[in-house]
């Protein structure tokens, strides 16, 4: 092939590449230069908000209880500063989406160019910003209380384990149930996409999946874990723990009268505390799961089931 | 132990690792320093393709319909140059591979000194690496069509879709799917080993295994994804959706006379459009689920589902 | 927000968190500023064994025979270096773990001032490090003829590879039991910690959980291997095949008089040689599953096959 | 020594070097988190600036006609961005700084805390900075084609010289002169303290310090160039060159009332074109070194010398 | 060239490169794996006593005055941790080379296996490590108050300076002499062979080369500074000045019996409080340039000038 | 400033850019995708002589006389490969820049598209760099031979100096001559533009600019160096130590008939052995400065002197 055959299918390629109808849903418009929340920084905000949670396990230097407050508030400043620009972004991102879905829908006119450009990526999106990221930071000890219930809990649940390290350095539970208890304040106060790309995170380092939406009680511990899905609206008490494959899931969705699914309402599991599932076993929809009740492996549970209840495979 | 201890255990180490009777099967022998396929670079292809494919989304720059085809321009042009290279050392990655099977077999003579050595990573495989990326390059327009179609599907088919962007960056499924469809490119271009790299990368992330063999239709989607399998003679019509941990499977596969597997035969199950197979289902077989079939969760199914058809679990 | 408002709260926010009260489970105290077991330099470490073990195939020169040992001495001699200080690291880190165990159970004084801080993280357990890590380099040879047995065994298994090149290259169950056998010996060294981190690796990356502890023969292979859980107990033959989601678990475990699981009682399967286990089957306790036998999908099996035995699902 | 030995005198070090009364000349205090100029941004700027005016010899792409302007218009929209960036910074920099002097002078209250926040790092300074950073870009086609003069007069100045491409990859005169041409065209468009930091890369690199400052004609060249000094506000016109060791410095300059050095005055000598300075000459004042002059080598002139002249040593 | 013709170089080669007689003089014999000093560790060490002695202007966090004893705290102990392992690694190295030259001089027997390999690169030169490091900490405080004088008098003394924030960050003597201050209070503490790594990476930046052992008051500068030399046995008092390419060097040096140079004896100049040297000069032996005296630019100065004294060039 | 405004400035300076005009000088055609020599890889090149030359100083892993073969086989077949690689680009360079001459006179078209393209940056290019690569590994046991007698003048001629290690390690004499050595060979082997691209690294690096054409003995060395300069003809003899700022260059040159410099003619200096050249010295011209001649500071020299000869300063 010569250079100037090779030279013919690049220009033509690109020609093809930048015609608006073809990137019309697949292109990003920034506004002003505004950059998208970065995968990069925002796993430097998690592995930050490690070092803060668990001090002396992430991070590389050596501590001593003099020494700590200076690491902290290293750390601390550092998150802010990163995570306060990434909520800036994510807050940015999402009214451009809203247009694209806009323009892509057909509501708007197609012509690209005569897109009104607002100006408010700017002042108040900034402040908000900046006071999510403080509220973030001040649920940080909140935050390590509730963490460490989940080290004592997978401690205890797996005859295994030889310390609260080995469990906080190895486990992936501890991995994943970070990710989402961080997530899931960002999402409670509103922070839009970040939540979930940090608990994808997890769920690509993990294979657990849990939705920054669910709501998850103290001491909460998962065994193994790969394949574990845990859907948006699910509600987890105290003391539960789950084992790998299992999935808290919807059954089905109504559909609104243009035929889309209706968004927010409550379609995944209520589990109450010291529930156990096996693994593999799926449980759909808005049911309950009551006290104390275990579910077996590799069952397929679509109805409630009472508290202390018991419900396991026939025979293979 | 003593320093004298130690280097005598390590020289005694390396003189036995260096025996060709220990390497064996598990040493490649580069031809005329040809390197291997480099996971690095080809991550870095993927990450140029998502750039273009996804303009904005992808790369750290701003974008605006002016300076598009500067971004477009350049991203293809080193996308080729370095698929080039990745696809001449894929080429003669698999001369190598072949003797050193033949050698392993016993059915040439294990004798090192005595391997021929061919000349002909050369010239021909330069010309034809070349041709090869080239003609991928040219495909990424229709890539990005049908990419659309994909991200449409999982917008629509999730109540917690908050925006196309939204499932651009965080939904492993994109990112499984998009590996799957640049692999199954080259694959019946046939470039051998880097189709297979690259699925296996987002096997790697995602924990969906799409074999580039398979033949998958548009507005294909997955939920969650994990456990997903989908074997490599699998076939896929238009509006497909799986559940996590739902494999596509071959049941077994015939033996040749020498009791080796058969390779190339379709064992694996046809699905026509608009099926839907929930949760961690199994389905074996050269078998066809029809058109608008409904798979139920967990079941194991290795018998034909006729167009319409809706299994679902016995209670559990 | 007023950057004093900020301050106000980052400072208050860091005093709760070197709160001693706040850290107690989640902090690790180093020894006189030993480090942690370092996840990177124990990817590097598992990196150069596969660089020894599979020479050619990972690591980026170009070898023949003549220059083999030379990067086989460097490979050896750095991974060495690398292994002798994380052993080190592994055996500090665990005394500290005890303590941090007592102080949290009450057991003794709360006041961390009052911490014995002992000082034999010194000569001793150097000497143990360098002695281990000696140990593991001398069995670098037989863990490549096992590794050989492997490669072949999935490549004989997969009717899609094409050579033992692509398996090496590609197949998550080559990486994952990899690391099970690097892991392994380790254990069988009396290694802490380490082992564990390493098969967990392998986990983020394959979604395959094999614990250190299981005994694994020779021909293993695993296809595909999202969701397989191997137990710490288990025992498996040669010539054994695992499909996806396979897991080898414990049925339940027995408590000791306080309630808490008793450790290290054997509670996984034996599975003898030329076992077949098909995909998301669960085998749970310490049964036996006899020599040839074959486990259907999707089955949940907690009793005893004998020799050659083949159980099914009943049609979905 | 002990620990807590060690920890004493850490504390102590950290309180004292905290107090004000030690920081005051050395801190900076950066408004509402702006950051400084970053010596490493500006690095990749001059890097992309050199990409952009040399294309093929800078930058790691391969180019032709056709792709030329693809790399070029990616290389310019990143070139203005991290500029506008940088620029931004230098702005509010300087304003920073000021205060910060009138703080040590005592001119304003001692006292930190009364420091009045102002609060116009803000809307004014990011339209200065995009507007300074454009003019900038559009001053780089007369920057090229000043530059090929320089190429031109440094290969036909040297005997050595086998190329234009050696000159520019080689020569450390093209890479002092470069920074200074960029540092030149900022500090006309009046951007504070970058110009300095640019022309100081260049001094570090190659040992030739040209004062952002001054005014060079065209076909300018330095050999070898180690040691030369081209103060502020000297005037070089075209045709000039000048060898390693040149100093073009100031006799003394003088001071205010209060005993400072009065700033901006003229002091500088003057080049006319086609003059000639050997190595090691030192040249101070503002003084005339007429058209076509030669001054030659480790003489000290700090009288003009009339168009034509020719000093030399005596002998040695 | 046939590989088989490169292989025979290449193992001739290296077998000739690895004769104990080949590599005599230039091989460094590690004791026991102990790591050389290393120039990139170094590096960050003076990076970080920058970030310390002028905060907010090297490191790259924004600084309060709340939140910089944490910053201060962080980098003050990281600071510690790096030096106290290069000194170690210092101070082992000088042994090693004391017996490096005793064997070069054939004082002692060639073969190298007959080395005794000292085993004392232990306990107590790690407690001298700590405690030489901890030494060096505490200095920092009155290390800034110096270093602050000499910030003012680069200011004062150049009428191109535009603030103290110009300066910090542009000038290459206020690298060049806060290298040199470290160094020196490093060498002051006995530490071999780091204070010299320092002030040559200072060298290398800035052109400026000063000895570690110099003593040099305060108030001191340098203008541009390319090609000054300020020898080990140097004295400058208080508020003097440099101009570029000055040489405070030795006449000449006595020899032993033996012919080799007595080290140790002063041998470079004296220059009293408020001396001025301009460019070029150079002021060799145990001369006095006494208080207030002005040296004119390339001058060859060998004798001692009186207090007020000021030698200038005769006419070029 | 509107995007609007930005993107037309933008654009249209990509147009100017763009124009062949415009990049005539300035532009590399590379042939055929051949990549530049590469600064960065050249780098490498010389870390990797280094490590080989002077074991156990560069490169950062523990030698003990036993394993140095392996460092030594891995680092010479890894700068084999960078450098055949360099060699080729540098001879295929060359080759263009050629052709971008004629273009510039004028004595071709400049019509670029007319450009003929040869097609022998080929096959006897790559054969010629592999031979010239493998002939430079083969004087690696020479090289080090001579600076060995390098280090041991370094170490006798500097009082201050206290180990060959230190010698090695920090002074920049030794690196500049190393680098000189190796282009210097390189040269010899006929390599274009890399030898230049070396020594201009060590000249960044230590102020120190030795042309690799200059013939220089053993025992050679510089002291502090800022500021040398030796030209490309010079000649020096065994035992010759030079100061900083000593000039080697040519006092002027004769032109051709078109008034261009000829090139090769002799015409830098030659020194005998046993000369001594103090600081700023600057000797012009194709003299002889005769066997243990001293040659005094800051002198200006254009006439041979006689073996023994002693030349020294008038007083200042």
Redesign the interface.
């Given at each position: 092939?010569s250079?100037l055959?090779?030279?013919h299918?690049?220009?033509?390629?690109?020609?093809?590449?930048?015609q608006?109808e073809?990137?019309?849903?697949?292109?990003?418009?920034?506004r002003?230069?505004?950059?998208?929340?970065?995968a990069k920084v925002l796993r430097e905000v998690v592995e930050l908000a490690r070092a803060?949670?668990?001090?002396?396990?992430y991070g590389?230097?050596?501590?001593?209880?003099?020494?700590?407050?200076?690491?902290?508030?290293?750390s601390?400043?550092?998150l802010?500063?990163l995570l306060e620009k990434q909520i800036r972004a994510g807050l940015c991102?999402?009214k451009?989406?809203?247009e694209?879905?806009r323009l892509?829908d057909g509501r708007v006119a197609a012509s690209?160019a005569g897109l009104p450009?607002s100006a408010d990526c700017g002042e108040a999106l900034s402040?908000k910003a900046?006071?999510t990221a403080?509220a973030f930071?001040?649920r940080?000890?909140e935050l390590?209380?509730v963490?460490?219930t989940d080290?004592?809990a997978a401690y205890?649940?797996?005859?295994?384990a030889?310390?609260?390290?080995?469990v906080?350095?190895?486990?992936?539970a501890i991995r994943a149930i970070s990710n989402y208890r961080i997530a899931h304040e960002l999402l409670e106060l509103d922070v839009?996409?970040i939540p979930?790309?940090i608990t994808?995170m997890a769920?690509?380092?993990?294979?657990i999946?849990i939705?920054p939406?669910a709501k998850i009680g103290s001491y909460f511990t998962i065994d193994?874990g790969?394949?574990v899905?845990i859907?948006?609206t699910s509600i987890i008490g105290n003391n539960v723990k789950l084992?790998?494959?299992v999935?808290l899931?919807?059954k089905s969705?109504p559909l609104d009268s243009d035929g889309?699914?209706?968004?927010?309402?409550p379609?995944h599991p209520i589990l109450e505390d010291e529930v156990i599932v096996y693994?593999?076993a799926?449980i759909?929809g808005r049911i309950t799961i009551g006290r104390g009740a275990t579910i077996?492996?590799?069952?397929?549970?679509t109805e409630s089931v009472p508290p202390g209840g018991r419900?396991v495979?026939r025979?293979?």
């Open positions: 092939m250079a055959d090779f030279t299918i690049l220009t033509e390629t690109v020609d093809k590449l930048s608006p073809s990137y019309r849903v697949l292109m990003h418009r920034h002003d230069g505004e950059p998208l929340p970065s803060i949670l668990f001090p002396g396990y590389n230097s050596t501590l001593d209880s003099r020494t700590l407050s200076y690491h902290i508030g290293v601390v400043e550092r802010y500063g991102f999402c451009d989406c809203e694209d879905e892509f690209e450009v402040e900046a006071r403080a930071v001040a940080l000890p390590r209380r963490l460490a080290v004592v205890n649940g797996d005859p295994a030889t310390s609260y390290g080995e906080i350095c190895c486990y992936p839009p996409l979930r790309i994808e769920h690509s380092e993990t294979g999946d939705h939406g193994h790969t394949g899905v859907g948006a084992y790998q494959g999935t899931g919807a969705f889309n699914p209706i968004k927010g309402i379609r693994s593999n799926t759909l077996g492996g590799n069952l397929w549970v419900i495979q025979k293979g």
